[in-house]
């Protein structure tokens, strides 16, 4: 797509799609929806060239924003009842107020499942009320319904009416249809730790000593392994905590725990908590990861002594009240695998009252509530001996046949039966196998003889055979039977590793590569500031990332990244403490699939146009492959400080991204040379890669043949430039290589900034990859100089003088009468000078004015001829004077002072004092072929006392004749004479010289052979 002057360019957001066009014509759409949480948007614009314009930019008036649905709750006024039924209350409540258009329940609003009849009205502008007068046909679910406004019927918008017609869907339905009030039996605490009971039944439990930064801990001697219960306890006071105000150590956390030692809050899986007379909810939704509810805290409400919370378990949901009214509704499910619970509290400072529940005290037996299949040395992906299957139990046994004893077969089969498809029959292990408790609750067994085995992942179930009796730690519970269930077996029989090679690890920031595919973070911090890439590509084709699981506890992100680009485009993100499973899209989250587990392998494979994210070769999530995202590499950001991600493999790598250069430099080491940018002997190029290079040749000094092999110099029009008939380089560093010129002799004058260098036969691979592809792209063109003239100045010859005298090099006024004094120098800066030069007087007599600078003219004496020139007026003051006129002041000057007017050779025109810049000249650059010569112009105005002392002029010589003569000698038709206006060092020594060396000194305007 292009466009001209003229064209008009839109970019434009409809609903959730944005679109560009092009003088109203769509030509792309944007792949990405706007959502919500992107607003608001503001206008940017970013011109790269000079003189670029945007014209006419506009923008069509602000829309306001529609309101939406941001909670559907219902709630059981009179707790009749624990169901569906009239006069339960649906609340409807809005982000913002809204124009609260008239209308009945029906005519606002759409419900996903039917309600039955309702009679409703607006709380205020952004809440609505409604009660259910008939259940007919109703199907109302707590966690699924979600309601709509109408777009059919009664449009609500914002307060002003402005805003479009609301139009989201809302969150599911939230809430309770009613349940019982809690009775109170105590608590009984145990395991206390830094807490202490009390009250009428010792079911209050405070914290022991009231101690900064100390949490304590206690659990409940009762356990609820089945069935329906709710906790309550009673607050008496504010719970202030030392002056803390964040929720990171609250006053006092009770809930529900799977643990029977409850030492940390984080153990608590649904607790409220309160401090600072406010309350929250704490979740443990995963092994580490704790949420705070609300999110934007910090709580949800304030409380007062008196108010009695609870936590109802009803099934697998679980309900937080407060006076009876449930506040919330955790989204996270209760797994039946998490029983048995117990009551747990961690208290700072302050006191949990009559801490109670309302279920019987049933010691069930242990029950079986995973199996899981694993191969140590994963070294294939069958069943095979030595492959080990862990059946889990719920809670400690009493370990029949001993801890750590060795049981065989027919022991296992009296503990435990597997099947396959079928009823209960024996067992489908094969024909020999071994096992023991590990521990109290683990049950392990090793698969010896496998003939004859019929065990399949995620189908062959195990159950306990309730032979030989399994009772809890205390022999005190009934013994587990099969009537208890079954569980499927889940894990592996070992990962079949594909062929693949170890990630090399470049570009790491607080990172380190650790070898075989590893990267190691070494900042100690808990930040996503770790990062690295492969030096391996994928140019295209399939392949796979696949890495190893090595502690669920490290948090990362890694995936596969386009060469080039800052972000990744495919990717998982395992940035959640409990490593939920989560693929990402060029950073949009795909969704949550499962979660990942010690020793998993996960890989991410590209194959036949897809991406698929797989857990040991079992496919969670697939993509549609995006082709323009080639070429890619690995991609790796750590966030667990000191943390590692490891055995980091790659399929089928192409090349490894080869160097580039990055700058080529030319430069004359001594500045030897008497004329400026003359190349010759001893000039230096250097040329810098980005990356660390394989040396091809070695560290060693390298003669022209090899320097040719792998270099060729070229100009902007494809032309060979040579620099020599001999070049000697050596790498200096693995990405540094240095060129000297030994023999100027046969070079094709190349001129600095025309030039590039181009691989040559040799190739430069990046360290590592000897064998892989080098360097592919012309270098950036070469900078620097071939030499730059010094010439330390010589005394300047006053001629011209008017009014004044001269004493060698320094100009007086001879009468404080008679006019101004001025003078001429005898020299001048040539025509055609390119190099620096300068002219310069030292600073005597603060007393009168003087100006001192360049003129074209070579006779007058006029401060008005003066085009560029230092003045020092008497007062001190350092001033500026160009072209008849002055133009600031800049700084002071002293006595002593070392003053120069200098002609750069970028033609820019500065003045300076003692060599500090005061002054850039804001003029055009001189023309040195049409401005040029400059001569020294000197005028002294007032007092007597007045000099230009010591002054010089530094200024390459230049060719003052050229004298074209027949000598007569055979052979030679011409001799031409050049004559120098001064001295100089003769490059290239007294001669005699060969063509080549004179076509570096001269230039002439002919062809003379």
Known sequence: MTYQAGDEVEVAIVGSTVVYKLNGTVFATSGRPVSRDDYPFRIEAGLQQDGATLSNVLTCPEVPASPYITGFNIQDPDESDNFFSIGDKFTITFNKATSRPAG????????????????????????????????????????????????????????????????????????????????????????????????????????????????????????????????????????????????SLAAAI????????????????????????????????????????????????????????????????????????????????????????????????????????????????????????????????????????????????????????????????????????????????????????????????????????????????????????????????????????????????????????????????????????????????????????????????????????????????????????????????????????????????????????????????????????????EVRFTEQLDEAAYPLEVYAMIFTASGEITEVRINNPALAIPPEITSVTIDDPDDADGVANLLSVGDEITVLFNKATTTPGGLVDQPNNDINGLFTFKSADDTVEVFGNDLSGRWTSTSIFVMTILNSQGNSAPEIGDVRLHPGTTAIPPAGYAALEGWVTPSPLTTGDYGVYHNLGEAIVWTNIINGTATGNTLARTSPFGGATGAISQQCIARGTRADAYIEFIATSRSGNRIFGFTRADTGVLKTDILYGAQLAGSGLFQVWEDQGLVGTFGTWNDGDEIRVALTRTQQVQYLVNDTVRYTSQRSAVAVERDLPFYVDAYIHETEAQTVSNAIISSPPEPRSLIQSDPGLAGIDYLLTITMTRACDQPGGSGPHGSSVVNQLWTFDADIG
Not at 400 to 419: E, K, W, Y
Not at 512 to 530: S, Y
Not at 561 to 576: H, I, K, M, N, W
């Open 104 to 247: 009945t329940a029906a005519q606002l609003f759409q419900f996903s499942d039917s309600v039955g009849s309702l009679t409703g009205a607006w709380l205020n502008s952004s809440i609505y009320c409604a009660t259910v007068s008939d259940t007919s046909g109703a199907a109302v679910a707590i966690g699924s319904t979600t309601v709509t406004p109408n777009l059919g019927g009664i449009g609500i918008r914002d307060a002003t009416d402005t805003s479009a017609v609301a139009n989201e869907v809302s969150p599911p339905l939230t809430g309770r249809f009613g349940t019982t009030k809690p009775s109170t039996v105590p608590v009984t605490w145990t395991n206390l730790r830094q807490m202490v009971t009390g009250g009428p039944n010792n079911s209050d439990v405070s914290a022991a000593d009231v101690v900064p930064n100390v949490l304590s801990g206690a659990t409940s001697s009762e356990v609820f392994r089945e069935g329906d219960f709710t906790i309550a306890f009673t607050v008496e006071d504010d719970f202030e905590v030392n002056g803390r105000t964040d929720d």
């Open 254 to 617: 009770l809930g529900i725990t799977n643990t029977d030692d409850v030492s940390h809050p984080d153990q608590i899986m649904f607790a409220i908590t309160v401090g600072q007379s406010q309350y929250w909810i704490r979740e443990r939704v995963g092994p580490e990861l704790i949420v705070t509810i609300p999110p934007s805290g910090p709580y949800e409400g304030l409380h007062v002594a008196g108010d009695v919370f609870c936590i109802q378990v009803r099934g697998t949901a679980v309900h937080y009240l407060r006076n009876d009214t449930i506040f919330h509704t955790s989204e996270v499910a209760l797994p039946i695998t998490e029983r048995p619970l117990y009551v747990g509290a961690s208290i700072q400072n302050g006191t949990l009252s009559n801490v109670r529940y309302d279920s019987e005290l049933l010691l069930y037996p242990p029950t079986l509530v995973a199996a899981t299949a694993n191969d140590d040395s994963d070294d294939d992906g069958s069943v095979d001996a030595e492959d080990t299957i862990s059946l889990r139990m719920s809670e400690g046994t009493n370990t029949p046949g001993g801890l750590n004893s060795v049981q065989l077969r027919p022991a296992i089969d009296q503990l435990f039966t597997s099947f396959t498809d079928g009823a209960r029959a024996g067992n489908v292990l094969g024909a020999d196998y071994t096992g023991s408790w590990t521990n109290a609750s683990v049950f392990s067994i090793t698969l010896q003889d496998i003939t004859g085995n019929q065990l399949v992942l995620d189908s062959t179930k195990f159950a306990v055979a309730g032979n030989t009796p399994i009772l809890n730690a205390a022999n005190t519970s009934g013994h587990a039977t099969p009537a208890y269930g079954d569980v499927t077996l889940i894990g592996d029989f070992g990962i079949f590793k594909e062929p693949g090679v170890p990630v090399t690890w470049e570009n790491l920031t607080n990172a380190v590569d650790g070898g075989n595919g590893t990267i190691r973070k070494t900042g100690t911090a808990d930040l996503f500031d770790a990062e690295g890439d492969s030096s391996q590509v994928i140019l295209s084709g399939d392949t796979f990332l696949e890495f190893r699981i090595a502690d669920t506890d490290q948090l990362f992100h890694i995936g596969f990244r386009t060469v080039g680009q800052p972000a990744f485009t495919y990717s998982l993100d395992f940035s959640e403490r409990h490593l939920l499973f989560v693929p990402k899209i060029r950073g949009l989250g795909r969704g949550a699939f499962g979660t990942v587990r010690h020793d998993d392998v996960v890989r991410i494979r590209i194959a036949s146009g897809a991406v698929t994210f797989e857990v040991n070769d």
